[in-house]
Nanobody, 122 residues
Framework: QVQLVESGGGAVQAGGSLRLSCAASGYDTGSYCMAWFRQAPGKEREGVVIIDTDGSTSYADSVKGRFTISQDNAQNTVYLQMNSLQPADTAVYFC????????????????WGQGTLVTVSS
């Protein structure tokens, strides 16, 4: 059974940090494009960062220099280190996986976690 489970969300003040985790079961994360998306209240789901099977990454402009994606393929876990958090980062963060290459469109990802809420107060 393919499953993605996010954890690590919470409430922080502006300028703080959080580390999100996405634990994958049922497949090898090293063979999939792994991505983090987020969805703020009343807004569409947007891409945060993707990491391809060759380790290449692509970040949204809004998080460049503040967020870092990493993965531990031995543990089938993907991480999102978020620093210098801002109230605009408040959203539910989702982990997603795609077997055949990285794309930016959420609808092209077949596997999703349940999401973890990040709340940043000013």
């Amino acid at each position: 059974q393919v499953q993605l489970v996010e954890s690590g969300g919470g409430a922080v003040q502006a300028g703080g940090s959080l580390r999100l985790s996405c634990a994958a079961s049922g497949y090898d994360t090293g063979s999939y494009c792994m991505a983090w998306f987020r969805q703020a209240p009343g807004k569409e789901r947007e891409g945060v960062v993707i990491i391809d099977t060759d380790g290449s990454t692509s970040y949204a402009d809004s998080v460049k220099g503040r967020f870092t994606i990493s993965q531990d393929n031995a543990q089938n876990t993907v991480y999102l280190q978020m620093n210098s958090l801002q109230p605009a980062d408040t959203a539910v963060y989702f982990c997603a996986a795609r077997r055949w290459g990285c794309v930016e469109t959420p609808s092209q990802y077949s596997d999703w976690g349940q999401g973890t809420l990040v709340t940043v107060s000013s």
